[in-house]
């Protein structure tokens, strides 16, 4: 009996993708100077973005999807991978953990985000959810000699296993109710049999909000957060805050918007509370922090809490401010980890924020650079996290949630308040000590191109709003 093969042509990316990770996996054996591997990483990535404008469709029976949406989430993964790659060449050497698995990781775990925002099946979302995770979770504890990245693997295992269970429940409880695990037939079938109110389908809901949460760190789901981010390479933080994050609204996105579209009112109804907590909790504990990365950290769920708004609002405009936002968080959330990792030098790791005092005095350049990115990270204007948060705000208006645009705009305002300190120091302070600069070729053209990203698109943001625009029609 004959089986045809199914049309390749919609998961082309993905199939190079895998390609190019083994081929990064076994040139370990070859290569001893891991730079060139980091090189091959680049080019290869950059070659695949290419094919992002090929053709679109449905592959595997339905289970994969790709479209504007999933194109624009991949081209974020593109340059997630990309700057990852460019900033952690040099410090991977310093941290004496240059190893070539670590680019075939991160090739593996962008892989698994990219299964993830073309997945047209709770299965196939699973599957990619997984092969992110277990990827990270390996990166995470990638400075095997360094207890705290020990704790922070081993406390992303566990919970990231512990949401993966509510994932699984919620789709076995969805399975049994509708009979299938396709996005778009539950969609039909919730809607054909008037399913609203149903106490399975609330329960089913419920469970993908916990395993979705944990994914993109939304309170109370943040636990693992400030940890992990702390114990991890700081490459590796800054991946983190941007890859897994945007996988995670990319699949609530889909399952929500058009999965559990016929109960919007009931899932809205959960994820305005979360939102709020997801603010609160973290602007308001970043406030305390004394580490860069713990405080990063908790601005890293607060940022996601914004970027709920957009999925609450389930308009157009509001899926698409939220993709905008997510891409201008890219840009200046690993910008702002490229300077803390020139800072990290041997016997000095620059993570603590007193390390910060007086450095525009010793540093002028860094100092600049990184407060473009706070700046950004605030929201003030003319930097792109402005225009991010405008948009944003904007959407959430016009769906008829003004009063929780002002919940968000006042905790906007505290946040002014950690992300300036990083400037005060730095411009109001003396030095307290000599900083030596880890200077790279590679960490100098990560942050050209994120410095560059941040203030063209707080000046021009019309191309990336456009391209999201774009992204979503016939979503």
């Not at 602007?283 to 957009?310: D, E, F, P, T, W």
């Not at 030098?345 to 007193?354: A, N, P, T, Y």
Request: a neutral charge; hydrophobic letters at 55%.
């Amino acid at each position: 009996m004959n089986f045809p093969l199914p049309d390749l042509s919609p998961a082309i990316p993905e199939l190079l993708m895998c390609g190019l990770a083994l081929i990064v996996l076994l040139a370990d054996l070859l290569i001893k100077k891991k730079e060139i591997i980091a090189l091959i990483s680049l080019v290869g990535v950059a070659f695949i973005a290419l094919s992002l404008g090929g053709p679109g469709g449905t592959t595997f029976g339905g289970m994969y999807i790709s479209d504007g949406y999933s194109s624009f989430f991949k081209l974020i993964f593109f340059i997630n991978i990309i700057l990852t790659v460019l900033i952690s060449i040099k410090y991977i050497a310093v941290e004496k953990v240059n190893y070539g698995e670590y680019y075939s990781l991160i090739l593996f775990s962008s892989i698994g985000m990219m299964i993830m925002a073309s997945a047209g099946d709770l299965i196939s979302l699973y599957l990619g959810l997984e092969l992110m995770a277990l990827s990270t979770y390996v990166l995470a504890g990638f400075m095997r000699q360094n207890i705290k990245s020990n704790e922070a693997a081993l406390k992303y295992f566990l919970l990231g296993a512990f949401s993966s269970a509510f994932l699984l429940y919620g789709i076995s409880i969805i399975y049994g109710l509708t009979g299938t695990t396709d996005i778009k037939a539950i969609a039909s079938f919730i809607h054909e049999r008037d399913l609203t109110g149903n106490l399975s389908l609330l329960l089913s809901v419920s469970f993908f909000v916990v395993a979705f949460g944990f994914k993109v760190a939304a309170v109370p789901f943040h636990m693992w957060t400030p940890d992990v981010y702390e114990g991890a390479p700081t490459s590796i933080t800054a991946f983190m805050s941007v890859g897994p994050k945007a996988a995670g609204f990319a699949v609530i996105g889909r399952v929500f918007m058009i999965g559990f579209a016929s109960v919007k009112v009931d899932w809205a109804a959960i994820l305005i509370p979360i939102a709020i907590l997801t603010m609160a909790v973290g602007n308001i504990v970043a406030l305390s922090q004394s580490n860069i990365k713990r405080m990063l950290a908790y601005s890293s769920i607060a940022h996601a809490g914004y970027a709920l708004l957009g999925i609450i609002a389930a308009t157009s405009d509001g899926m698409s401010s939220m993709m905008t936002y997510l891409m201008i968080y890219a840009f200046m959330n690993i910008g702002a980890f490229a300077v803390i990792i020139m800072l990290r030098s041997e016997g000095f790791r620059g993570e603590d924020i007193e390390d910060y005092q007086g450095l525009s005095k010793t540093h002028p350049l860094a100092a600049a650079l990184m407060l473009i990115f706070m700046f950004s990270l605030t929201g003030i204007p003319p930097t792109a996290g402005f225009i991010g948060k405008l948009y944003i705000f904007m959407s959430a208006i016009n769906a008829g949630y003004t009063w929780l645009v002002i919940v968000a705009v006042i905790f906007s305002a505290i946040s002014a308040f950690f992300y300036l300190r990083i400037i005060m120091y730095m411009y109001m302070r003396d030095p307290k000590q000599e900083v030596v600069l880890t200077k790279s070729f590679a960490n100098g053209v990560a942050l050209a191109i994120t410095t560059v990203a941040v203030l063209l698109i707080g000046v021009f943001p019309t191309v990336v709003l456009n391209l999201a625009r774009a992204a979503i029609k016939g979503f």
